[in-house]
């Protein structure tokens, strides 16, 4: 996304500085990117910044609070938490870390693949539940509830 914003705002300063109309630009925008393309306001928006003398296309850093749940070490905290008790709340995470609810919640630790043991468990409890199956052990099968 970042990589397009660069694009979208290199293509509207060069046809700034080639005295394009507004109106134009924003057709042109259209055009080549279709629903991908910036608001009218965004694109006037840049307009005026590069008449102004503006050269640079990033976005001037912002105030406000750093994005604490994002960094290496508050995530590790998270999934260390998470590991030691699954049923660990947002707002028990939040206050053992001290980043905002919302961090924490967008801090949650999901597994993406099972560690050795309990991979090995699996395949033991997948075994032993087909074994039962095939044998028709006590008709398991017609026992299982879903």
Known sequence: MENQNFEVRANIKFLTKLDWKPGK???????????????KSVVYDWIKRFKDGREDLKDIPRNGQPLTATNERTLALVENLVDEDRRITIVM???????????????????KALRKDQLHQTAELSLAVLTKIKSN??????RIVT
Do not use: C, M
């Open 137 to 142: 052990e006590s008709e398991f099968i017609d």
């Open 25 to 39: 630009i924003i057709e042109t925008l259209q055009q080549v990117y279709g629903d991908f393309s910036p608001s």
């Open 93 to 111: 995470r939040a206050n053992e870390t001290g980043i905002s609810h919302g961090s924490a919640f967008s801090a949650h630790w999901v597994p």
